[in-house]
T-cell receptor, first 112, second 118 residues
């Protein structure tokens, strides 16, 4: 069964710290992997998109890596800020399926 | 970047009435759109996939007569919740697949609609 898992489910860190969120998927045959953030009561905001041929993508304080062979991706957030508090979701379209399969999400709280 | 506009953001309706939610792609053509439902503190649940000019494909367990999806143009998909009941109260989000250069694509999401049925 094609599944996406995120660990941890929740994370609280003091402001200013660097942190890593993890995403794992059961099938390495993916088109790409996308990281999103969701604020309470809001839609999803795309953070980073990594194509299957790429190893990482960077945007500002965010860096996402992709290791297809091991079925893992990480989202690195540098110098965390209270505004980073949100739920972070990773999602993949497995090959042969245009639908996105979402991870379970990590609820991040940055403590001022 | 590719933007999907979803309206309304919040709607309260009486039990038994119907509610229409619109999802528009603003700066690109969306041949495929997706409709999700999200319960509090849970991840998104795919309800259906809509393709422009054809019937929507519903996920198992989703009542197609209750959740009517229309994708009549390349920039507009609508979800109509018919004969709404309190258990239909939820957060509904649309999404569109974006085809980029080199055939690469990602997904962009609307801002969601909070439906409350009283």
């Amino acid at each position: 069964k094609q599944e996406v898992t995120q660990i941890p489910a929740a994370l609280s860190v003091p402001e200013g710290e660097n942190l890593v969120l993890n995403c794992s998927f059961t099938d390495s045959a993916i088109y790409n992997l996308q990281w999103f953030r969701q604020d309470p009561g809001k839609g999803l905001t795309s953070l980073l998109l990594i194509q299957s041929s790429q190893r990482e993508q960077t945007s500002g304080r965010l860096n996402a890596s992709l290791d297809k062979s091991s079925g893992r991706s990480t989202l690195y957030i540098a110098a965390s800020q209270p505004g980073d508090s949100a739920t972070y979701l990773c999602a993949v379209p497995f090959m042969g399926n245009e639908k996105l399969t979402f991870g379970t999400g990590t609820r991040l709280t940055i403590i001022p | 970047g590719a933007v999907v506009s979803q309206h309304p953001s919040r709607v309260i309706c009486k039990s038994g009435t119907s509610v229409k939610i619109e999802c528009r792609s603003l700066d690109f053509q969306a041949t495929t759109m997706f409709w999700y439902r999200q319960f509090p503190k849970q991840s998104l649940m795919l309800m259906a996939t809509s393709n422009e000019g054809s019937k929507a494909t519903y996920e198992q367990g989703v009542e197609k007569d209750k959740f009517l999806i229309n994708h009549a143009s390349l920039t507009l998909s609508t979800l109509t919740v018919t004969s709404a009941h309190p258990e239909d109260s939820s957060f509904y989000i649309c999404s569109a697949r974006v085809i980029g250069t080199g055939g690469y694509y990602g997904y962009t999401f609307g801002s969601g609609t909070r439906l409350t049925v009283v």
